[in-house]
Nanobody, 125 residues
Framework: QVQLVESGGGLVQAGGSLGLSCAAS????????MGWFRQAPGKEREFVAA????????YYTNSVKGRFTISRDNAKNTVHLQMNSLEPEDTAVYYC??????????????????WGQGTQVTVSS
């Protein structure tokens, strides 16, 4: 069992930066691939970024490539999403998720076993 708690959301102007963190409980964090998803009002939850269990491989949706960076610290049971050059279209609730069934590469949303409660990111124009 893994419990995930996100933090770091908030309000930022377009072009600004935010860093999100996800703290995980449990002793097996390093076995999980970790992902970040987001859900805007009236839209489906969508993939943003993922990182393999070792941290050696990272994956991004096209719209955030070059702007967002995912990283993890297995010693501290945390995963981070650094978001730069934010755009109003990035406004959403951001969720972190953990998967034992997928490496992080093209994982379907259903392959993530545990989810955090989400943190709101609002980018003003």
């Amino acid at each position: 069992q893994v419990q995930l708690v996100e933090s770091g959301g908030g309000l930022v102007q377009a072009g600004g930066s935010l860093g999100l963190s996800c703290a995980a409980s449990g002793r097996t964090f390093s076995r999980y691939a970790m992902g970040w998803f987001r859900q805007a009002p009236g839209k489906e939850r969508e993939f943003v970024a993922a990182i393999s269990w070792s941290g050696g491989s990272m994956y991004y949706t096209n719209s955030v490539k070059g702007r967002f960076t995912i990283s993890r610290d297995n010693a501290k049971n945390t995963v981070h999403l650094q978001m730069n050059s934010l755009e109003p279209e990035d406004t959403a609730v951001y969720y972190c998720a953990a998967s034992l069934r997928c490496s992080g590469y093209r994982c379907s949303i259903n392959e993530y076993d545990y989810w955090g409660q989400g943190t709101q990111v609002t980018v003003s124009s």
